[in-house]
T-cell receptor, first 113, second 117 residues
Framework: GNSVTQMEGPVTLSEEAFLTINCTYT??????LFWYVQYPGEGLQLLLK?????DKGSNKGFEATYRKETTSFHLEKGSVQVSDSAVYFC????????????FGAGTRLAVHP | DARVTQTPRHKVTEMGQEVTMRCQPI?????VFWYRQTMMQGLELLAY????????DSGMPKDRFSAEMPDATLATLKIQPSEPRDSAVYFC???????????????FGAGSRLTVL
């Protein structure tokens, strides 16, 4: 079945450091890929998405590229801020499931001044 | 901004009691999902609906959980009887979807935090 694997956290960084959170997936066909972010006490919100191979999703300085050859969708940001501290979820949605999202376990990011 | 509204935000109850969580999806969205979040299991899909019809509830313990959409503006998730292992945050999400398109975005509510003593 479809699944998402992301790196375990927590990831602890200093402000302005470079961020990478790894995400790989297993899926039949050509899923759409997403990163969602969850701030403390809140629901998940979409950070970025990509719908086909080689697409790059970007938002708020975050980027991720859909790599079909490596079945990956790693999240990157060049310079993190304290306000980026949150839990980040990689997810996929196949084209048969009416937007049903399959999530990774989440990676907690803590950014210190 | 349109939002998904969930009530209650917090619920503390005793084992054996009935719990009902409610969700108002975004007007015009045709899919509704219920997810459960725990530290141990992460985000689990419990059930989902399209045009108010249940499509899949295989992730839900059938003996005690039930999910319904009595109308397009209300989705409910009920637990009867509740148990301590049901303690979790329950999220509702809605989206606009057509079959074959996996790209549409889900909007999540803020969640209902349930504690069963």
């Amino acid at each position: 079945g479809n699944s998402v694997t992301q790196m375990e956290g927590p990831v602890t960084l200093s402000e302005e450091a470079f961020l990478t959170i790894n995400c790989t997936y297993t899926a039949t066909g050509y899923p759409s890929l997403f990163w969602y972010v969850q701030y403390p006490g809140e629901g998940l919100q979409l950070l970025l998405k990509a719908t086909k191979a080689d697409d790059k999703g970007s938002n708020k300085g975050f980027e991720a590229t859909y790599r079909k050859e490596t079945t990956s969708f790693h999240l990157e940001k060049g310079s993190v801020q304290v306000s980026d501290s949150a839990v980040y979820f990689c997810a996929l949605s196949d084209r048969t499931g009416y937007n049903k999202l399959i999530f990774g376990a989440g990676t907690r990011l803590a950014v210190h001044p | 901004d349109a939002r998904v509204t969930q009530t209650p935000r917090h619920k503390v109850t005793e084992m054996g009691q009935e719990v009902t969580m409610r969700c108002q999806p975004i007007l015009g969205h045709n899919t509704v999902f219920w997810y459960r979040q725990t530290m141990m299991q992460g985000l689990e899909l419990l059930a989902y609906f399209r045009n108010r019809a249940p499509l899949d509830d295989s992730g839900m313990p059938k003996d005690r959980f039930s999910a319904e959409m009595p109308d397009a503006t209300l989705a409910t998730l009920k637990i009867q009887p509740s148990e301590p292992r049901d303690s979790a945050v329950y999220f509702c999400a809605s989206g606009l979807s057509t079959q074959g398109s996996g790209a549409n975005v889900l909007t999540f509510g803020a969640g209902s935090r349930l504690t069963v003593l």
